[in-house]
């Protein structure tokens, strides 16, 4: 653990967010003696909660606490953590937030400038008045302060570049960290490693070896209990803006100079800059329906009877430059599907005819969740005395080769990340730029009413034109004999 004295104030604290994922992670930090040694925590929403019930939302989603250790962790955890309820627009609530932490500071830290961090689980409608209310109340001048924000980033570009400009003249960029938790997730991060450390794959990854890429994001729940939220964002802006854009940018980027955030991030808005807007005609949504005894999308109440918001898009878009162009990057993302799963997968071009007939293609799979894994499915001689081939796979799979080891959640290693200052995995102002100029002529479409939802049951793998839909742009399904194992552990 690094030395710096500090408190992370969580707003929004009575949240969902908070509750699920940024307790948690912080939890997990403490125990395995990440956090700064002497951190304290501070919840703060408006709800009045008591000790009891506040210490109830920090723990109800610990995982492995139930024996002793556990529980004497939970103790310790706690005895770090407090709680204030205060308003997100008064002078007044902040300045009380800001007495407690001078409190704290005096009695519990023994450095003169303990750093500060603000952690906004916050819905977006009080970002920006909150932001200003810390600014102006809780900024310490002695140390360093920083501001940790969720998505949504705006609905289109519009909106986000308002948004934008309404934090920067409060918040300088070095000290906001915009949070896409995707960034923060392992495969995600093994990108670079696994690109740029291996130039043999590295240099599979162009227009003329691969014939299309597909990111696909499903999920096999629905929007219930969020589905008024979701109704004015939709699955484009959910999923695909920001988490599959980020994984489409730290696929086709080129080489970073170095490591460092801003050459990171630098290659990724030069990808970015490089898609034009998503056509129309390339572009499938659809919104689910009730089946297998599961809700439709639009019987939840808060949802609008007429609401042509999607929970299921699939979408081609081109990287115009001269490492990509002319390959379609397919990203799918729904709601409400068969099964859960997050994957990149390359398809490369087709085997020099002649030799082979009906040779199947290579792919360079990435799965990011569940089980973690890389694996490239190659063609082999079929073992024995006979001349013939047969589809295999070069697999590193997660469970088998690190068995041992614990795969951080993508929080942890975004708190731990903020806490140091490292920017390399949070979005950078111009990235968000460069993603919404891609989608938003698209998503007004959408609101407009200008493309309309195919409907797909609950717990299908999507609407029934998906199959052509990902044909149309050269993914061809390999041999159905070939089913690779969702999980190779023996
Ligand atoms: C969030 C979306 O950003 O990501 C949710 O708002 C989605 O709709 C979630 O469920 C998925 O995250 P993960 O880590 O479970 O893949």
Redesign the pocket.
């Known amino acids: 653990a690094f030395d710096n004295d500090t408190i992370i104030v969580v707003l929004g604290a009575s949240g969902d967010l908070a509750k699920k994922k940024t307790f948690p992670a912080l939890f997990n930090l403490f125990r395995l003696g990440l956090l700064p040694k002497t951190t304290h925590i501070i919840g703060y929403a408006r709800t009045k909660m008591d000790r009891d019930t506040f210490a109830e939302k920090v723990t109800g989603h610990l995982k492995n606490v139930d024996d002793d250790k556990g529980k004497q962790d939970v103790d310790s955890f706690l005895k770090i953590c407090q709680y204030i309820s205060g308003q997100y627009d008064e002078d007044e609530s902040f300045q009380n937030l800001n007495k407690e932490m001078e409190r704290i500071e005096s009695e519990k830290m023994k450095h003169d400038a303990p750093s500060r961090l603000f952690y906004m689980a916050l819905p977006p409608n009080v970002f920006t008045v909150v932001a200003k209310g810390l600014k102006k109340n809780c900024y310490s001048d002695k140390a360093n302060n920083r501001i940790v924000i969720e998505?949504p980033f705006g609905k289109d570009l519009e909106s986000s570049r308002e948004m934008i400009g309404a934090l920067k003249g409060l918040w300088k960029e070095e000290e906001t960290f915009r949070i896409d938790?995707?960034l923060g997730?392992e495969m995600v991060k093994n990108l670079l490693i696994m690109r740029f450390g291996n130039p043999f794959i590295d240099a599979g990854l162009n227009n003329k070896l691969v014939d299309n890429v597909q990111i696909t994001?499903k999920?096999p729940f629905g929007?219930e209990g969020r589905g008024g939220y979701?109704d004015e964002f939709g699955i484009i802006r959910?999923?695909q803006q920001?988490?599959l854009s980020q994984v489409l940018s730290l696929l086709a980027m080129e080489r970073p100079k170095s490591f460092s955030a801003e050459d990171i991030r630098d290659e990724k808005v030069r990808v970015l800059k490089a898609v034009p807007a998503i056509q129309e005609k390339d572009v499938l949504i659809g919104q689910y329906t009730a089946a297998n005894g599961k809700p439709g999308y639009k019987d939840d109440d808060t949802v609008p009877k007429d609401s042509n918001c999607p929970t299921f898009a699939a979408m081609a878009l081109y990287v115009n430059n001269e490492r990509w162009k002319g390959v379609p990057f397919i990203l799918k993302a729904g709601?409400a599907l068969d099964e859960a799963k997050?994957v990149i997968r390359v398809q490369f071009k087709d085997t020099p005819q002649g030799l082979f007939k009906d040779i199947p293609r290579n792919e360079l799979v990435i799965r990011i969740?569940p089980d973690e894994a890389v694996y490239l499915k190659m063609n082999s001689k079929k073992p024995g005395l006979e001349m013939a081939t047969l589809p295999a796979d070069l697999d590193l799979t997660y469970k088998e080769r690190f068995s041992e080891v614990r795969i951080p959640e993508?929080y942890e290693a975004l708190i731990l990340d903020a806490l140091n200052g490292d920017h390399s995995n949070f979005v950078r102002d111009d990235e968000l730029d460069v993603s919404w100029a891609i989608f938003t002529p698209l998503l007004h479409a959408i609101d407009a009413g200008k493309i309309k939802n195919e409907p797909y049951e609950y717990g299908s793998r999507g609407p029934a034109a998906l199959n052509d839909f990902i044909a149309r742009y050269g993914y061809q399904r390999t041999n159905e004999s070939y089913e690779w194992p969702t999980t190779n552990v023996k």
């Open positions: 998505k938790h995707y997730k994001f999920e929007t979701f959910d999923i920001n988490h709601k997050v969740q993508a």
